[in-house]
């Protein structure tokens, strides 16, 4: 069995996005110079991925919360999978990666 989340789309429950209020999810801080040890190669390959891929914060903070929603919603998933197991007597004997 195979999970897609928490990659894009961000797609979850409500209940998943209720977790994390808009106005609660911080914004990653990017040091001074902290792209400074991407190879410049790196940087021309994908230029829209660095400096918050030029999104507005507000677009960033809604983009942070929906993927915070996603990796709730695969963990609530993936615990109803593990309990499953659990429950059919199957757990000691399934790898899980």
């Known amino acids: 069995m ?7 789309p961000f797609v979850a429950p409500s209940r998943s996005f209720d977790l994390d209020p808009l106005n609660s999810v911080e914004l990653a ?5 902290g792209l400074d ?8 390959l994908r230029p ?3 400096n918050h891929m030029k999104m507005r914060e507000s677009d960033e903070r809604e983009a942070l919360r929906g993927y915070c929603a996603a990796i709730s919603y695969m963990d609530h998933e ?13 757990a000691k004997r ?3 990666v």
């Open 78 to 90: 993936a615990g109803r999978v593990l309990a499953a197991l659990e429950k059919l007597g199957l």
């Open 48 to 50: 829209w991925l660095w």
């Open 37 to 44: 040890d991407i190879p410049e190669g790196h940087k021309k």
């Open 2 to 8: 195979g999970f897609l989340r928490p990659h894009l």
């Open 94 to 96: 399934t790898v899980v």
């Open 29 to 33: 801080q990017n040091p001074p110079r």
